[in-house]
């Protein structure tokens, strides 16, 4: 007989089904990348690849909380397409707003459209290292969570920079730092240690998650603003 599939609610929105994280279709019907759709119990969850999102990278590699829930505000750094934005979507929901920020103009393009089909999400075409030029766009200047994925050389300074205009006092911040980015032979760690000690002052460090092997040189830091 053939085993029905259950999913497992590993933190509040985010499942495990068949060994992968998966949050619950916000626009059921529609895919935003290329994730299997997968229906049970009438209800449509989206398979969340951790080859292509960082932040699923860190859940599969033993993220022990996750700050992200139904009704969050989010400032988000390096939106891209929003492949991993879409899914924060899933798990805000409408009630919860994700304000993303990208430099390239040519990847807004496909971005916007998908904030047309998702109102919880707001396009930013701007730099994140200059955080005041877009100040006009956040409604809400104490959001719940600050995520940054940029391939920036000055990670942890840019992510600085927008915490304390944007990020509220308990506030939780999810860092994914790309290491080749910094330096092209350091090793990761020792990286990873140099931008964690610039933060130190304004920042509990919760956990560094190392991404291998689904990003390599990468690694997800976990923090709470002082
Ligand atoms: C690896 S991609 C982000 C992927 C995305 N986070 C996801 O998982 O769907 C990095 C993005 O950072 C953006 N970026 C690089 N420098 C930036 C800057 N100074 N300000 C805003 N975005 C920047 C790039 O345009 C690129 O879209």
């Known amino acids: 007989m053939k ?22 279709n916000l626009n059921p019907g529609n895919k935003v990348y290329s994730e299997p ?84 999400i707001v396009p930013i075409l701007a730099d994140a290292s200059q955080p005041n030029s877009y100040k006009e766009h956040i409604e809400s ?20 920079k927008n915490s304390r205009i944007y990020l509220k006092r308990d506030g939780y911040g999810l860092l994914s730092i790309k290491a080749r980015s910094i330096h092209s032979t350091k090793p990761v760690e020792e990286l990873v240690q140099e931008e964690v000690k610039k933060m130190q002052n304004e920042f ?3 956990q560094i998650v190392s991404l291998h092997p689904y990003e390599k040189e990468h690694a997800m830091i976990y923090c709470k603003k002082k």
């Open 141 to 160: 200047f104490s959001v719940d969570v600050l995520t940054q994925d940029v391939s920036q050389k000055n990670q942890a300074e840019i992510f600085l």
């Open 37 to 120: 759709l997968i229906e049970i119990d009438k209800t449509e969850y989206r398979t969340w690849n951790p080859n292509r999102s960082k932040i699923s990278a860190a859940i599969k590699k033993g993220l022990k909380e996750f700050p992200i829930k139904e009704k969050s505000q989010i400032l988000y750094l390096g939106a891209a397409e929003g492949t991993t934005i879409s899914h924060l979507s899933d798990i805000v929901g409408a009630e919860g707003i994700i304000y993303g920020v990208d430099i390239s103009a040519r990847s807004m393009r496909k971005f916007v459209y998908l904030c047309e089909q998702r109102p919880n």
């Open 3 to 24: 085993k029905r599939l259950k999913p497992k609610e590993i933190f509040p929105g985010v499942f495990e089904i068949k060994g992968n994280p998966a949050t619950k």
């Open 204 to 206: 509990e460090i919760l």
